[in-house]
């Protein structure tokens, strides 16, 4: 029985195999329309065909499963300009990723708040909460939201603040 300061050990914790990992619970979202205005020259466009798009959200804790959601979008063709493009799903995912905007900005806080390794907020991200990011994609969304910010008390950071003191 667990209880209050009693370690409990991670259930995927010695898993060497893909398959006995637990099956992520699907979730189902649709933005499938048969008609959208042109983002080009807002004439009505035609859906041309539907895509199921899956994406990597956070994962459940109380199952302990990760949680996948399966977007069904529609492509569109607009005759006016011969333009085509998809339905908006900007809310969920950044266009080609497969992450959610929450895990992206729950890996990002790990490391730039709460100053994590990038390999140690991965496995956090696992542990936690049932998604897999490898490091180096950590790693990139951090860079590309700019550097990791240095620490108050560390040697090159009270360097720059001296520095743009004297200047």
Known sequence: MAGPGRYVGDVTEGITRVEDLPRAKIIKRSRN????????????????????RELHDLGDPISGRPRDIHVTYSQHRCLGCNTYFNADMDDLALPKSHYTHRVVHTAVRLVVEDGLPYRSASWHLWRDHRVFIPFATIQNWVEAGGEKRLLPTSPVSIWTTIQTMTT
Not at 34 to 51: D, E, Q
């Open 33 to 52: 329309y048969k008609r959208r205005l042109c983002p080009n020259c807002s004439r009505s466009a035609y859906r041309l065909r539907t895509v199921v």
